[in-house]
């Protein structure tokens, strides 16, 4: 079980200085964790084990500051040239704290599993407490150059205190090929540091299995990249993920009538993944053996770590359809269509030198990771809605088709893959205002209690769940409501 609390607080202040638009703002947000083991044992204690166990827990905190500045400056184009300025400053801590010590420890049963069945808790070898801060400048420039003709540029610098540098941009234009008609694209560089979690998260449980005669503790769990049993398997310090991304387009308008049809590209290197669990043997294949002798110094059976190395390319349409119908005394209705079709394919998974380099490297990026990028979102995704409001009354009606989402399984024959199946979920909500200001909704999510497809049963073997996980709708069936919102 978990207990979560959010905190968050925000500020700001608008204003014009000397023909400027100035936004200062500064917003705070913590995110708390603490685990509970319940229902559960430490058989090492045997019968004097308690049944819940605090298991400690982890927090996030992020502090930023942003400044940002506009306004239109005259360059003899057909209009203004927008100029957008700003900085942003952040800072960021992450910590774990350890659970209580018989949630780890070893009881007096030494023939028994050490820690709690399920969960063992934080050790205090699992304890740490990590900061870091950037600060980032933009510019960004845009202006309607000729009556047909717009073009944007930007370009945005962040400096981070633990991995450097970097500069990103994008150039984007439209042209007006005729009235209600135009072509648009962009190409943009992106980038993502490496998140203090996947820097420094860490968890281990404690095993004691015979060696030399002898009953020894060893550990098996998650290591930092920067840890002495990651680097022993090759791992490096992370990097951050890149990006490039390409869009063209159009847009055609009539009257009450819009659609806009988007491709995209989308190339992203240096991803961070967390690997498969690399785990020696001191018999077995010279692979086995290898890993187990490099492990054996830190008393480490088996470990995992955040890597760099997953390159995904994907490529997509979106088309967006909208058609506003004043009724007159029947009301006024808007009317969207949009459309998503997406393929994702892994062009390269990761390896490191010192396990490339054994007679059978080990897997480090699998054939269930490698699919839940390719085949674990639905590879379309198309919404029919609709909006109706007349005085104080209005109602809306979506329909969300999904494609099938793949839940996969390392088993190479593809026998414990799960599938989400097609489906279409419905949600309806009706409205009445009472003032300008207030207004009262009732209405249901997945109105015809719509489910993914059951996981068989040779995959759902301990009944913990009757589906899976990826569904794209979850697994909740319908949700009712009644909301009230009041605005001033």
């Excluded at 063992?120 to 600060?135: A, C, K, M």
């Excluded at 150039?171 to 090929?177: G, M, P, S, T």
């Excluded at 119908?325 to 062009?347: H, I, M, S």
């Excluded at 300008?436 to 996981?455: I, S």
Aim: glycine share 10%.
């Amino acid at each position: 079980a978990t207990d979560i609390v959010d905190t968050t607080a925000a500020a700001g202040v608008r204003g014009e200085l000397g023909g400027f638009n100035i936004d200062l703002n500064v917003v705070y947000g913590e995110n708390e964790i603490d685990y509970r083991t319940e229902n559960s044992a430490n058989a090492s204690y045997g019968a004097a084990s308690q049944t819940s166990f605090n298991s400690g827990g982890m927090s996030y905190d992020q502090t930023v500051i942003g400044l940002d500045v506009s306004r239109g400056v005259d360059i003899g184009a057909y209009e203004p040239l927008n100029v957008a300025f700003g900085a942003e400053a952040r800072w960021e801590g992450y910590s774990i704290r350890a659970g209580e010590p018989t949630s780890y420890n070893r009881g007096p049963l030494t023939s028994a599993a050490a820690g709690a069945q399920g969960f063992p808790g934080f050790q205090p070898s699992n304890v740490l407490s990590e900061d870091r801060s950037n600060i980032g400048v933009y510019l960004d420039l845009e202006s309607r150059l000729t009556e047909r003709f717009t073009a944007s540029a930007a370009v945005r610098y962040e400096d981070y205190s633990d991995f450097g540098a970097t500069t990103t941009g994008k150039l984007a234009a439209r042209f007006e090929l005729a009235d209600g008609f135009a072509v648009r694209g962009a190409a943009s560089t992106g980038f993502r540091a490496p998140a203090l979690q996947q820097q420094f998260f860490t968890t281990t449980s404690t095993n004691f299995i015979i060696i030399n005669g002898v009953s020894t503790p060893v550990e098996v769990g998650t290591f930092p990249a920067t840890s002495a049993v990651a680097k022993v398997l090759g791992a490096q310090p992370l990097e951050a993920e890149e990006s490039v991304n390409y869009s063209l387009g159009f847009v055609f308008h009539r009257g009450p009538f819009e659609v806009t049809v988007d491709a995209y590209r989308i190339n992203i290197d240096n991803r961070i993944v967390l690997s498969e669990n690399i785990q020696g043997s001191a018999t077995g294949t010279p692979t086995l053996v290898t890993i187990n002798n490099l492990l054996q110094p830190f008393n480490v059976t088996a470990a995992r770590f955040f890597i760099n190395g997953v390159e995904t390319e994907t490529q997509g349409l979106d088309v967006v359809a909208r058609y506003r119908l004043d009724a007159d005394e029947g009301g006024v209705f808007d009317l969207t269509a949009a459309a998503n079709f997406n393929e994702t394919d892994v062009t390269r998974v990761p390896t490191t030198n010192t396990l490339s380099s054994l007679p059978t490297p080990p897997t480090l990026f699998g054939r269930a990771n490698v699919l839940t990028y390719e085949e674990g979102t639905p590879k379309y995704k198309v919404t029919l809605a609709g909006d109706w409001a007349k005085d104080q009354w209005g109602a809306s009606l979506k329909t969300t088709f999904y494609g099938s989402v793949l839940s996969p399984n390392n088993d190479p024959t593809g026998a414990f893959d799960v599938s989400t199946g097609k489906k279409a979920v419905v949600d309806l909500e009706g409205r009445y205002g009472f003032t300008d200001n207030v207004t009262l909704a009732v209405g249901a999510n997945n109105l015809f209690d719509e489910y993914p497809d059951r996981t068989p049963a040779n995959v759902n073997t301990t009944n913990a769940t009757a589906f899976t996980g990826f569904s794209p709708f979850g697994f909740n069936g319908r949700f009712l409501y009644t909301r009230l919102s009041i605005n001033w």
